[in-house]
């Protein structure tokens, strides 16, 4: 006998009712779903949609955009943004030290 998955924590589960805030949108669906994991990462729920859908809620959107509780914006925000602050490490160019002309093919 298979065993019952477990279904969604109702207690995490958005209510149809409460509002939702854009907190992240883009035309490349990739780095939508780079952020999204982000965010599932911080235990911070939230929801990927087609931009196409809610065209009546955010005029002019294309792509995707994602949504979370509007008590986890401002956390979800500042989770994206510290992602995309480029790193110290960052700044940095790497260089390589060329010690003489490549060996000459066999």
Known sequence: MAE????????????????LAKVFDSE????AL????L??????????????LLQDAFPGLGGVIILVREED??????LIADYRRPS??????AEIEIIGEPPPKA
């Open 88 to 93: 110290a490490d960052d700044d940095e160019t």
């Open 28 to 31: 490349d669906e990739s780095e």
């Open 73 to 78: 914006a401002e956390a979800a925000r500042q």
């Open 4 to 19: 019952a998955q477990p279904g969604p924590d109702p207690d995490r589960s958005p209510n149809p009712n409460e509002k």
């Open 34 to 37: 780079v952020v999204k994991g």
């Open 39 to 52: 965010l599932d990462s911080a235990s911070i729920d939230n929801d990927l949609q087609s931009a196409s």
